[in-house]
Structures are given as structure tokens and as C-alpha cells.
């Protein structure tokens, strides 16, 4: 009987590391060709994280111009490499930035704690091809715009943080994740005027990202990617505030959050005074008690107690021969006297 093979089916899906293998894609680009909606990814049925489907990669896979022109959709520029491309200083590119015309996409913090923005290289060529910014690029500043600078004006966070938002809301259709990923962006206070339910932020919590820059919990890069990702402005933190109303309102209406009791933490218990019966009723055989701290030795005890130590040591030798022939030193015949006048000559001036 002649054996038959039997050939594993096809997965529908893969893993994200592998999707940006096949499409030859960093780890960081194909992330972001994903929040950019150029890939297409589907939530995992054994309810891991998202997965790219088999026909989405064949689809990429018969575009024309594969991979550059994958590639070149994801590319990003810093602000050095991004003056380079509008071919204007880099004050000005940084300038540009501030006022909110060219939007970073993503950010990192560098080694010396100072953030650094990155920008699509597709939008900024878009940018400098544009006619209508052609004053912007050559020529000097209106004046309104430059007494924004004046001002401080710094759209740079803020732009980031609406970028990265829609990111997070492309991903997923459930209400829940929705309002966590409003909630990521809003102070812990704002959130619990919004949601006053206990039960309710600590669901929300759950489906709360975190900021994308990776650093130690409480490291100073940490601290600064959390006040990156918090808004700080008015109109802001308002508009956040009536959208994590909105979609909370809609979570609640599909499913209501689960009411988790948590355990009581009882206090420990005071201890007992001590009495003398108490202390008559303690068994010999029990623990010893904890002694008192020493006092802290001064000076004038350390030399009272060497010369204490000095003393006993002298009188335990003294208990061997030596100590007997001081008693019997009344038998011991007495030294003779030498009288140098009568006898010796005199000394001479050496012996002085």
C-alpha cells in the first residue's frame, strides 16, 4: 500500500515578526506602517495580540514597486535630515515644527534625556512641493507667526499626541480599549472627575497603553515620555475630557464593567501592654528579648577601658615567679654600696 503524505494546512495569519520579515520590514516600520493603515492586521483567535493576515502580505507582495515603495511610505527623518529635505536651515525646520505645519510622527529619547521627533519623509516632500508654502520655506516670517515663537508655541507634543491617538483607536472596536486609549492621554484626576466609578477606572485601566518610549519605571526618561504623553492644555485636555464621556457612555451601554470586591485588609493587631504579671507569666524557655542599643562609647571610656585592661593584665602576670620573689624579697640579703670617693678614682669628662 503506497504511503501518503500529509501536507499541514496553511495558516490564515502570522505573527508580526514574521509579517515584517516577509515584507522586508524593521520591527519599528512595520509598527508603524500598521498605525499609518498601510497594513491591515486582525485581532488573534486564540486571543493573543493582532496578526496579520496571509492575503493582506500577498497583497503587498504584488504591488509594484515592492518593497521601495513600502519602504519609502515608513521612512522617517529627523530634524537635521528633515531641514535636508525642504533644503531650509534647521532653525527654521525646528521653527516649522513648532507651529504645528510639519507634525512628528514618532519620538524617542536619546542618551542626554532630550526627545527626539521624527517625521515622515513622504509628508515633508509633500510639504516642499507645495507652492502655497513657498513663503515659509524662503523668505521671512509673517510677524504674527513669529510672536507665537515669541510666546513659546511648541505644537510638537501636542500634534504627536493626536497622531498616536488615532493610531491606538484604528486598532480595536471594542468601547472599552477605545476609552482606555482616550484615557492614556489625560491625568489620573481628570480621569476619575470623568469616571467617578472605582469599578469602572480599574477596567478602564486594564486597556490603558502605556507611553511608546521604553525606559526604566521612574527613570527621568520615564517621567519624561509621561509628561509627553499627558495633555497640558486647555482646549485639549477639554476636548479629551467630552470624548472619554462619550465613549464610556458607549462601553457602559454594551456591557457594564465587572464589579470586582476586593478583600479587606484587616490592620494588624496592637500589642498588649506589658505588666509585671505579664511578665512573671512569660516562660523561661520562650525567646530571649531584644537587647537595648548601646550607648555609643566616648573617648574618655575608651581610655578608662584600656587602661582598665592594661591593669588586669599586669596583675595575671604577676601571679607567676615574679609574684614570689616579691614576697620574699624581706630574705633576699641587701646590695652592697660602693662608696666611688674612697675607693675609685674620679670621673673624668666623659664619664659626665
Not at 502605556?210 to 520615564?222: D, E, Q, Y
Request: aromatic share 4%; hydrophobic share 40%.
Amino acid at each position: 500500500m503506497p504511503g501518503s503524505t500529509v501536507t499541514p494546512p496553511r495558516r490564515l495569519t502570522c505573527a508580526p515578526s514574521r509579517a515584517a520579515r516577509e515584507l522586508g520590514l524593521k520591527r519599528g516600520e512595520f509598527d508603524l506602517a500598521v498605525h499609518l493603515g498601510r497594513i491591515r492586521t486582525v485581532p488573534d483567535e486564540d486571543g493573543g495580540g493582532r496578526r496579520v493576515a496571509r492575503a493582506e502580505i500577498d497583497r503587498l507582495c504584488s504591488a509594484e514597486n515592492f518593497p521601495e515603495t513600502l519602504q519609502g511610505d515608513v521612512a522617517t527623518v529627523g530634524t537635521a535630515a528633515g531641514a535636508a529635505l525642504l533644503r531650509v536651515p534647521t532653525g527654521r525646520f525646528t521653527r516649522l515644527a513648532r507651529l504645528g505645519l510639519v507634525a512628528p510622527v514618532k519620538l524617542y529619547v536619546n542618551r542626554y534625556r532630550a526627545v527626539v521627533w521624527l517625521y515622515l519623509a513622504a509628508e515633508l516632500r509633500q510639504f516642499g512641493a507645495d507652492g502655497k508654502r513657498a513663503d515659509l520655506l524662503t523668505g521671512r516670517m509673517p510677524e504674527e507667526l513669529r510672536g507665537r515663537l515669541g510666546a513659546g508655541l511648541d505644537l510638537r507634543p501636542r500634534n504627536w499626541r493626536g497622531r498616536h491617538l488615532g493610531f491606538l483607536l484604528r486598532q480595536t472596536d471594542d468601547p472599552w480599549e477605545r476609552a482606555g486609549a482616550v484615557a492614556a492621554f489625560l491625568d489620573p484626576a481628570h480621569v476619575a472627575d470623568v469616571v467617578p466609578d472605582a469599578h469602572e477606572r480599574a477596567h478602564l485601566n486594564r486597556f490603558r497603553p502605556g507611553p511608546p518610549v521604553h525606559g526604566r519605571p521612574g527613570s527621568p526618561s520615564a517621567h519624561l515620555a509621561e509628561k509627553i504623553m499627558t495633555a497640558d492644555q486647555q482646549d485639549e485636555i477639554g476636548w479629551l475630557r467630552s470624548e472619554l464621556a462619550r465613549v464610556v457612555d458607549e462601553a457602559r451601554a454594551q456591557r457594564s464593567a465587572p464589579r470586582s470586591v476586593a478583600p479587606v485588609v484587616q490592620p494588624p493587631p496592637r500589642p498588649a501592654p506589658v505588666t509585671a504579671h505579664s511578665k512573671a507569666a512569660t516562660p523561661r524557655c520562650g525567646p530571649p528579648a531584644a537587647r537595648a542599643p548601646e550607648r555609643p562609647r566616648g573617648l574618655l571610656d575608651r581610655l578608662r577601658g584600656g587602661s582598665t585592661r592594661r591593669a588586669r593584665a599586669r596583675a595575671l602576670r604577676l601571679e607567676g615567679p615574679e609574684q614570689a620573689l616579691l614576697d620574699d624579697r624581706h630574705e633576699q640579703a641587701p646590695l652592697s654600696v660602693v662608696d666611688t670617693t674612697a675607693g675609685q678614682p674620679a670621673a673624668t669628662g666623659r664619664d659626665r
